[in-house]
C-alpha cells in the first residue's frame, strides 16, 4: 500500500454528487418538470441547452466510470500506480485527481 492515506470518501462523495447531477440532467433533458416550448425560436434555444446538457453529462458517466474504476484499484490493492510506467503517482496528483490512473509524465 502506498505511504499515504486512500481517501476511499473523497471518491465516493464525488460520485454520489456526479449520480445526482446525471439524474438532475437527464430529468431536465427529458422535459419531465416543463413541456417543450411550443414557440420555435424557444424549441431552438431548449434543444441547444439540451446540446450542452447532454455534452456535460456524458462527461459525468465517464467521471463516474473512471471512479469506479479506481475504487476497483483500491480493492485490488494496485491504487495509486501508474498504468503506463509501473512507478506510484505522486500524493498530490492523486488529490487533485483522486480517479487518476497514470502519472504525470505518463499523461502528457
Excluded at 492515506?5 to 422535459?31: G, K, M, P, Y
Excluded at 453529462?57 to 467521471?63: C, G
Excluded at 512507478?87 to 492523486?94: A, G, Q, S, V, Y
Amino acid at each position: 500500500m502506498p505511504p499515504y492515506q486512500v481517501n476511499v470518501d473523497q471518491l465516493r462523495s464525488l460520485r454520489d454528487e456526479l449520480t445526482h447531477r446525471i439524474e438532475a440532467i437527464e430529468s431536465d433533458v427529458q422535459h419531465k418538470k416543463e413541456p417543450v416550448e411550443k414557440d420555435f425560436a424557444e424549441q431552438v434555444t431548449q434543444r441547444e441547452n439540451d446540446e450542452v446538457l447532454h455534452a456535460i453529462d456524458s462527461e459525468a458517466h465517464q467521471t463516474v466510470m473512471l471512479i469506479d474504476a479506481a475504487l476497483a484499484r483500491i480493492e485490488e490493492g494496485n491504487y495509486g500506480v501508474c498504468t503506463a510506467c509501473g512507478i506510484e503517482i505522486p500524493e498530490k496528483r492523486l488529490s487533485a485527481v483522486p480517479y487518476a490512473t497514470t502519472c504525470v509524465n505518463c499523461a502528457e
